[in-house]
């Protein structure tokens, strides 16, 4: 049975202007679709809508059903309960997931204590075990620091570990290593690539890079003004996209490649 059902998913702003149109897929745990568009395309706000985020002045129609509940419509009281356990999000800044006040250890805390029901020796366990889950060198001493006191890849495995805490079936990825150099890019959706198999989770990865994408999903959405303009496997799509801004994509990837491989 599919995690993840979404039917004609529509988001508008109260005054009636569409900003996402009719998009429609499904996701199975361990399966891992990419949503690739440019800026603008409406990626995020799928992202948000898939988890009852969207910013007060927007609107969602249509059905998101999440491990059989359906999301829209459905208050913010029983939101938070589904969040982080049944679906949760990486951002591509992690300052927005953290609280710049709060040691990381007690933000990584909070979410075990409340939906895991941990306490005392075995909460400060399950912090570290978090934290070198995600491949965090000195779990004690990272614990005790503060988000600005980590450098920029650090603080995206930290995010990373906080969405991971509630054991989410799903992990929606917004842009995760846009911000961040590229060394420590593949370094961390290496760790994605590791946390999502060995998890079995359903991955919705967004980018508006064909290459990253290519490394993470293997199903597509390609996303253009709010709607999806074509999908399928990305094998089949780098072989013969159907549209011919999924064409000026592959065409713009290929062309960096050859210039990489040339330089
Ligand atoms: N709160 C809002 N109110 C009105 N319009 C919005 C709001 N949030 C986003 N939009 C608009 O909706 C469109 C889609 O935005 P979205 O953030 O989903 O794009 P995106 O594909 O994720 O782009 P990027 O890659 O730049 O993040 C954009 O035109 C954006 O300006």
Redesign the pocket.
């Known amino acids: 049975m599919s995690l993840v059902v979404v039917s004609d998913l529509s988001?508008a702003?109260s005054d009636g202007?569409p900003?996402?149109r009719a998009l429609s897929f499904e996701l199975a745990p361990g399966e891992r679709l990419g949503l690739i568009?440019?800026?603008?395309?409406?990626?995020?706000?799928?992202?948000?809508a898939l988890t009852g985020l969207?910013?007060p002045?927007?609107g969602a129609s249509g059905s998101v059903v999440l491990d059989g509940r359906e999301i829209i419509g459905t208050d913010e009281r029983e939101l938070v309960t589904l969040r982080g356990r049944v679906a949760a999000v990486v951002f591509?800044d992690p300052l927005s997931a953290l609280d710049p006040l709060m040691r990381i250890g007690a933000q990584l805390a909070e979410p075990l204590r409340r939906h895991r029901g941990l306490r005392g020796a075995a909460l400060k366990m399950a912090v570290s075990d978090a934290l070198t889950e995600v491949s965090l060198p000195d779990p004690e001493r990272m614990a005790r620091s503060y988000p600005h006191e980590v450098s920029g890849g650090q603080r995206q495995r930290v995010a990373i570990a906080l969405a991971l805490a509630c054991r989410p079936q799903l992990l929606i990825a917004?842009?995760p290593t846009t911000a961040l150099d590229v060394t420590v890019q593949a370094e961390v959706l290496d760790l994605l690539d590791r946390l999502v198999a060995e998890r079995n989770m359903a991955l919705l990865f967004?980018s508006?890079d064909l290459a990253v994408v290519a490394r993470m999903a293997d199903q597509v959405i390609v996303?253009r003004r709010?709607e999806a303009v074509e999908s399928g496997s990305l094998a089949a799509l780098l072989k013969a996209p159907g549209h011919p801004y999924t064409a000026e994509l592959v065409a713009s990837a290929r062309a960096l490649d050859v210039a990489l491989e040339l330089s």
């Not at 568009?37 to 948000?48: D, I, M, N, R």
């Open positions: 988001v702003t202007v900003l996402v568009g440019e800026s603008g395309s409406g990626k995020s706000l799928t992202a948000l969207l910013a002045g927007l591509q917004d842009e967004i508006h996303m709010g």
